[in-house]
């Protein structure tokens, strides 16, 4: 997949996951099932990635590990928004990719955690999933296209 169409499609799954959560909020009501939009709920996000990592990796990093990584890649999808971090070559990629997993590591290493980059794609992958689950991911965004 050409780079220019992993970045369109990571800025599109971000807006998507930003744009839910704000109506979510907004509405505070719950819709019926005809009328449901993808919504990220963090929880459910963790959970979902919990449920699905390989029992080791469960092992060395447990929830609270898996609810790290995952609150810092959002934190690391919000600061996409900032025009400053786009400069600087971050980009997205649902489930992770090498910027996303450095950025996350080194976030947490400050605070004395050293999950491998291995386990923070574990959890990306289930995240990612668990995007895929609640109907957040559509189909790759081509390089020019309106997003």
């Known amino acids: 997949m050409p780079s220019g169409s992993v970045i369109a499609l990571g800025a599109a799954l971000t807006l998507l996951v930003l744009a839910a959560a704000g109506v979510a909020v907004r509405m505070g009501r719950r819709s019926s099932r005809a009328d449901r939009r993808p919504v990220y709920v963090i929880n459910d996000a963790i959970d979902h990635a919990v ?9 060395r990093i447990r929830r609270a590990g ?11 999808l919000q600061g996409l928004a ?9 980009r997205v990629v649902a489930g992770g990719e090498g910027s996303a ?5 080194g976030e947490l290493a400050e605070r004395g955690y050293d999950y491998t980059p291995s386990d923070i ?3 990306l992958a289930g995240e990612a999933a668990y ?3 609640i109907g957040a ?10 997003v």
Do not use: K, N, T
């Open 51 to 59: 449920e699905h990592l390989d029992p080791e990796v469960l092992d």
């Open 66 to 76: 898996a609810q790290r990584i995952i609150e810092w890649s959002v934190h690391y």
């Open 82 to 90: 900032v025009p400053a971090r786009r400069r600087r070559g971050l």
């Open 101 to 105: 997993i450095e950025y996350i590591r």
């Open 121 to 123: 794609a574990a959890v």
């Open 131 to 133: 995007l895929a689950g």
């Open 137 to 146: 991911m559509g189909e790759p965004v081509e390089e020019g296209e309106p």
